[in-house]
Antibody, heavy 118, light 111 residues
Framework: EVQLVESGGGLIQPGGSLRLSCAAS????????MSWVRQTPGKGLEWVSV???????HYADSVKGRFTISRDNSKNTLYLQMNSLRAEDTAVYYC????????????WGQGTLVTVSS | QSVLTQPPSVSGAPGQRVTISCTGS?????????VHWYQQLPGTVPKLLIY???NRPSGIPDRFSGSKSGTSGSLAITGLQVEDEADYYC???????????FGTGTKVTVL
């Protein structure tokens, strides 16, 4: 059974850093592509970043230069390092598995809330 | 900032048919990238509803169907049920952004 479990969210001051983790089970993270998607409370979904099986990464313009996506194959875990956090980064962050053969996401984690506030 | 535009809300009586549009551009839907749809029930995680324009994952009722033409996609719900009350999002890939894009979201209300 495919499972994604995020952790690492919390309250952080503007300008601070946080690292989110997404522990995967039931499949191999490095065999396909994985993304982070965020959702501001009460608002819509925003794609944040992707890492492909070959290791290439891409980011939304809103986080480029501040966020870094990575994975640890030995732990089958996806990460999102978030630096220089801003109030507008406040959101629930989901990790999502890319569906093979299609540019969409077939499994999502339960999400972890990041609140950026002083 | 969403690059796929959806109506904020649609509504219908139980048993009726409703449709949700998703308007993109020449760098996403118009560039031959597929449209996909997600359902987010209140307080839950988004769930893949339609992928590849008109394919349903296992377990999704055939009351849900999708289509795509040019720079627009569409989700249809026939035989609307109370449990279909949710937010619905379209999604695609954008070549100019080299990334994924979501729609603005549509709230479906069953009257």
């Amino acid at each position: 059974e495919v499972q994604l479990v995020e952790s690492g969210g919390g309250l952080i001051q503007p300008g601070g850093s946080l690292r989110l983790s997404c522990a995967a089970s039931g499949f191999i993270v490095s065999s396909g592509y994985m993304s982070w998607v965020r959702q501001t409370p009460g608002k819509g979904l925003e794609w944040v970043s992707v890492i492909y099986s070959g290791g290439s990464t891409h980011y939304a313009d809103s986080v480029k230069g501040r966020f870094t996506i990575s994975r640890d194959n030995s732990k089958n875990t996806l990460y999102l390092q978030m630096n220089s956090l801003r109030a507008e980064d406040t959101a629930v962050y989901y990790c999502a598995r890319g569906k093979s053969g299609s540019f969409c996401f077939d499994y999502w984690g339960q999400g972890t809330l990041v609140t950026v506030s002083s | 900032q969403s690059v796929l535009t959806q109506p904020p809300s649609v509504s219908g009586a139980p048993g009726q048919r409703v449709t949700i549009s998703c308007t993109g551009s020449t760098s996403n839907l118009g560039a031959n990238y597929d449209v996909h749809w997600y359902q987010q029930l209140p307080g839950t995680v988004p769930k893949l509803l339609i992928y590849g324009n008109n394919n349903r994952p296992s377990g999704i009722p055939d009351r849900f169907s999708g289509s795509k033409s040019g720079t627009s996609g569409s989700l249809a719900i026939t035989g609307l049920q109370v449990e279909d009350e949710a937010d619905y999002y379209c999604q695609s890939y954008d070549s100019s952004l080299s990334g994924f894009v979501f729609g603005t979201g549509t709230k479906v209300t069953v009257l």
